[in-house]
């Protein structure tokens, strides 16, 4: 796996969200009208687009993503996705990453809301959530979302052909929490039940977003890593929990960190009611502990279950690391309240 790609224009909701277009989750391509030149299921590789000069395949010219053949006739092509859990959108990164001479002028997106089992037919309702924009050559083009509701499908239409490299949906998976076991211990900061990263100060060489995903880290590119801190303190990030619950276990995983792994971890934690994501940073400082300052391993999971206070409910988690380094994923399991 690559390095993630850290623009340092991308919008907040590209830090925070999961992609639900990840096929890891379970995300995949479908259908589509015509991806003669590079196969749909490209578009929804986790890894960044590359390129590499001189390499050929049987229909032409090998390219990293989606990609139709020039279309001689009226219409456009597109490219229904199925996402990897019904979720409300808040964003889209369209990525014609070394697509130029090839790229399409303009896209839209339309989205729909199934049944478990159910896949989109002629007769399928779209609803347009991204009207058609412009697009450009070898470039992210960042679309936010404001839809309410939730939706398991996409369709990709690209006027009239052309190719995208990568198409990043990120969004809020929808858990209905309802028949829910309160006395199971459930991992409330996994990004599949609905968790997400409300800020951090530092993840110049991964997402802090990350350290949600589900299984272990396959390599060191795989985990939110901080630069090397030169002055005092330490590096954090703040979790907004899938659910309110009583954490019961903590599992702090660094997984192929081995010479840039923090010396140190603890977490604060509150319920919170009112406010904004942005206020809750500040707060955040003054929160009670969850855990102490522990001492941590290279290329280790730690498990924390005694060393926990006892604090209720609570809502986020403040995760500390000293002063700085690479974790590969945090597990925050607990009872819902």
Not at 265 to 285: F, K, R
Not at 313 to 324: A, E, G, L, S
Request: aromatic share 10%; charged share 20%; glycine share 8%.
């Amino acid at each position: 796996m690559a390095l993630p790609t850290l623009d340092p224009n991308a919008p907040e909701f590209t830090r925070r969200y999961v992609n639900l277009a990840d096929p890891r989750l379970g995300a995949e391509a479908i259908a589509t009208s015509d991806d003669f030149f590079a196969p749909m299921s490209r578009m929804l590789n986790p890894e960044p687009a590359v390129f590499i000069p001189g390499k050929y395949d049987d229909h032409g010219k090998w390219m990293d993503g989606w990609e139709s053949r020039r279309k001689r006739v009226a219409g456009y092509d597109w490219c229904i996705v199925k996402l990897a859990r019904a979720g409300i959108v808040k964003g889209f990164d369209i990525d014609t990453s070394h697509f130029t001479g090839n790229y399409p002028p303009a896209a839209s997106i339309e989205a729909c809301r199934l049944a478990d089992g159910q896949t989109p037919d002629a007769s399928t309702p779209w609803t347009e959530i991204v009207p058609s924009r412009g697009l450009q050559g070898n470039s992210h083009h960042y679309v936010e979302v404001d839809a309410p509701d939730a939706f398991t499908h996409l369709r990709v239409n690209i006027y009239p052909d052309g190719g995208i490299a990568r198409l990043r949906v990120y969004g809020q998976p929808l858990v209905d929490w309802t028949h829910a076991d309160r006395s199971a211990l459930i991992d409330l900061a996994s990004m599949e039940n609905g968790a997400y990263i409300v800020g951090t100060n530092n993840q110049h060489f991964g997402l802090a977003s990350t350290l949600l995903m589900p299984g272990r880290g396959v390599n060191m590119g795989d985990g939110w890593e901080t630069r090397r801190r030169r002055e005092p303190g330490n590096d954090w990030c703040i979790v907004a929990l899938a659910h309110p619950g009583v954490i019961k276990r903590v599992v702090v995983d660094t997984a192929h960190f081995k010479g840039n792994f923090p010396d140190r971890c603890a977490l604060q934690a509150a319920h919170v009611t009112g406010g904004t994501d942005s206020s809750l940073i500040t707060q955040s400082m003054f929160w009670p502990t969850l855990l102490d300052e522990q001492k941590l391993q290279m290329d280790h999971e730690h498990t924390f279950e005694a060393a926990l206070a006892a604090l209720g409910p609570v809502t986020h988690v403040r995760f500390n690391i000293f002063p700085d380094g690479g974790v590969s994923r945090l597990r925050l399991f607990g009872q819902i309240a």
